[in-house]
């Protein structure tokens, strides 16, 4: 049989071992936890440029060229001047 001292120090041993297991495992989770958020931080922010810069473009194909307006629920909607606009365009 083993001395009381050496079970002593076994279970000791043991006993830290397993408490530092636990708290080195919550130590990694936390920083795992920190780099999923600062990722999908990020990765808003890109989606976020990507739809603002895709806004822009689709503003700037709407704009007219012309400066006819072919909205027709625009108050500043003038069908003579859009119907002249085609006619030159198509000719």
């Given at each position: 049989m083993?001395?009381?001292t050496?079970n002593?120090?076994?279970?000791t ?16 989770q936390?920083?795992?936890?920190e ?12 989606l ?8 822009k ?13 072919t909205?027709?629920?625009?108050p500043?909607?003038?069908?003579e ?8 365009e198509?000719?």
């Open positions: 083993a001395s009381p050496v002593v120090v076994r279970y041993a043991l006993l830290t071992g397993v408490f530092y297991g636990i708290v080195h495992r919550r130590t990694l936390k920083q795992h936890d780099e999923r958020l600062q990722h999908a931080i990020h990765e808003r922010e890109h976020v440029g990507q739809a603002k810069e895709a806004f473009k689709k503003q700037e194909e709407a704009k007219p060229k012309s400066g006819v307006i909205n027709p629920e625009d500043k909607f003038d069908l001047k859009l119907v002249a606009t085609w006619e030159r198509s000719s």
